[in-house]
C-alpha cells in the first residue's frame, strides 16, 4: 500500500495562492509575488503581462502616488481572507499633476489607434493598459525590474543624505550621468548609492533616460523640477 505523502509547507503556500488567484476567476498556474518598493506586502499575479504592467506603472514619471488595490495582495497583507470583488482595475493613482487617475488591466485588448498610438494616456479618468501598451514601454518594464531591486537591497539603510546631496548635483537643470554623479560621492557605497538614485527616481524627484536606454552608469539623470 502506497503511503500519501503529505504536502510541504511550502505546496501547501502554493495551493493557497492558487486557489486565491481562481476566487479572482483566473487561472492558479503562473503564480507572481512582487513588491511595490516602499510596502511590506507582495502583489499576487497570475502572469508575465500583469507583472510587466506593475513595473510599467512603477516607472511612469506622471504617477506621483500608486495604490494598489486589495484584490491584488497576497492573503497575508490583507485584513480579511474573503476575496474582494473582480475588477480589471490594478491601482489608484495620484498623478504629478493632482489628477486622480485609475489604472485598468485590458489585456486581452488591442490599443486603440495601433500599436503606434499606445501610450499611457489617460481617457476619462481611466488608463487602459494592453499588451500594445506593454511592448511599446519594453524597454521601461525591463529596467524597472532591476531599479525596483536597488530599492529593496538597501530598504534597511538610510539613504536620506546621499539623496540630497544627489538632489543637489542634479540641480540647475543639470544633467549628468549616474557614473559622473557617483564620482562626486566617492563615500558612498555602491549599493546605497544605486538605492538612492532609485528612491529618488521612484519619488519621482529626478528623473531619468530609462524609457529608451538601459539602466546603467551611462543612465542620463536631470531633477525633475528642471
Known sequence: MSLKKNKTPAQLQRAKLAAAIKLRGERGYNIWLVRPPFEAHDLMLSSDPQVEAFYCV???????????????????GRPSPEPEPRTPDLARITATDERALVVRLALGARHRGGAEAATLTPVDGVISLTLDVLNAHAQRIENWRRIISCIRRARFHGTAA????????????????????????????????????AR???????????????????????????
Do not use: K
Open 58 to 76: 512603477e516607472g511612469e514619471p506622471t504617477f506621483a502616488e500608486i495604490s494598489y488595490l486589495p484584490q491584488w495582495y497576497e492573503l497575508q
Open 162 to 197: 546621499i539623496e540630497r546631496r544627489i538632489a543637489l548635483a542634479l540641480c540647475g537643470g543639470m544633467r549628468s550621468t549616474i557614473r559622473a554623479v557617483h564620482r562626486e560621492l566617492t563615500d558612498a557605497g555602491d549599493p546605497l548609492f544605486y538605492a538612492a538614485v
Open 200 to 226: 529618488l527616481l521612484r519619488h519621482r524627484e529626478i528623473c531619468a533616460d530609462v524609457d529608451s536606454r538601459p539602466w546603467s552608469e551611462n543612465t542620463q539623470l536631470w531633477s525633475s523640477a528642471a
